[in-house]
């Protein structure tokens, strides 16, 4: 069996793995269904196994909904009784929470069905959790099991991981260049701007259907005039962020139109108009670190750069990327804006018709 997980550029196999291994992959595969839908909390799924059978699965499916453990044992009480339930094993990737948030703790849930061993993936890093439910469940004399698929499990949730380590957003940088290393042509127009093929385009709509927010500078949101929105592909559109340090971006493009959250970084003003934001920073100081300070503390787990190049370097510059998702054309444009310079470990390539992706880590 092969799981390729729509989060995930690699593709695992079960071959090799132990049961529990495979039940814990199978959470792992459920949880990436959240993905665009439950940040800023981790995707998480579960299974339940009764006698070497999956009896009842679940994952978390929306922001403020019911957790992934709920959901599985839902799904086996709906054809099983509570005696087979507390005689059941569960598996989730991540740590049950022990906390109140917009749900109540699933450590409790756990305890009252009376389940008696349980696999985790890795422990929660968030504060209010960070191993107080693996105590909470120890403590009242569960079989705990913990690190289970534990990279697999870091790997799938690392947008939430590195929010709450780092304390602000993952950052993945997105552009498309030329064979010859351009990211615009010298005298760009709505004909000849597009430097890769319309499959890369709904891949990249995607990638935005996948994270909550967006962002360009000045000049992208003057001469591309973008939406960012998710046009081609099913999904919720994302924040959409653009840099306008004077406020002088005309009122007639595209981010402005007020039909979808927009927030303008700015220097002169805090303001809201509907779904428009106009937020003040200092630009006499390093923006990004105050930035990403402000990103972190209205809860944005993740955030997609799409240009143009002048904000692409200022983020590689001071090393506040984790990601960077590189598109080529099959296009020559023989002069025209140059790529950014970036290093990085390529982490997955791949061909799309004659494009190009690879995408490398920091």
């Known amino acids: 069996m092969v799981i390729v997980g729509k989060n995930h550029f690699k593709i695992i196999t079960f071959a090799g793995m132990t049961a529990e291994e495979k039940y814990m992959m199978r959470c792992l595969q459920l949880a990436e269904n959240g993905l665009g839908n439950v940040a800023p909390n981790p995707m998480v799924g579960a299974v339940i196994v009764h006698d070497g059978k999956i009896i009842g699965e679940g994952y978390h499916r929306e ?5 992934a453990e709920v959901n599985a044992i839902e799904d086996v009480l709906k054809n099983h ?8 094993s569960l ?18 849930l756990i305890l009252l069905k009376k389940i008696k061993k349980i696999f985790i993936a890795m422990k929660d890093p968030f504060a209010q959790v960070n191993g107080e439910g693996i105590r909470k469940l120890t403590n009242a004399g569960l079989d ?11 790997e799938l949730n690392r947008r939430f991981i590195h929010f709450h380590v780092q304390k602000r957003p993952y950052v993945i940088l997105k552009y ?38 967006i962002m360009v500078g000045t000049k992208t949101a003057i001469l591309d005039n973008p939406e960012l929105t998710v046009r081609e592909w099913p999904g919720k559109d994302p924040l959409r962020i653009v840099i306008d340090r004077t406020l002088k971006l005309p009122e007639h493009l595209h981010l402005l139109n007020g039909k979808v959250k927009t927030l303008i970084i700015n220097e002169k003003k805090n303001h809201i108009d509907g779904l428009r934001e106009w937020h003040q920073l200092n630009f006499n100081e390093a923006v990004l670190p105050q ?58 390539q791949t061909t799309i018709v004659k494009d190009r992706l690879v995408v490398l880590r920091k």
């Open 63 to 67: 922001y403020g909904g019911p957790h």
């Open 144 to 154: 705990v099991v913990t690190g289970i698929c534990e990279k697999e499990a870091q």
């Open 81 to 88: 009784s509570e005696e087979i339930l507390a005689e059941s």
């Open 291 to 348: 930035l990403m300070s402000f990103m972190h503390d209205r809860n944005i787990q993740s955030v997609i750069v799409e240009g143009g190049l002048q904000l692409l370097q200022k983020f590689i510059d001071a090393g506040i990327w984790e990601e960077a998702r590189i598109l080529t054309g099959d296009k020559w444009l023989g002069s025209g804006i140059q790529a950014p310079k970036i290093e990085g470990e390529i982490f997955f």
């Open 91 to 108: 598996f989730v990737n991540l740590e049950p929470c022990s906390h109140h948030g917009k749900t109540p703790p699933c450590c409790d």
């Open 176 to 213: 498309a260049q030329s064979l010859d290393g351009f990211i615009s042509p010298k005298n760009p127009t709505p004909e000849n701007r597009w430097i890769t093929n319309s499959f890369s385009k709904k891949l990249v709509h995607k990638w935005r259907s996948e994270e909550p927010a």
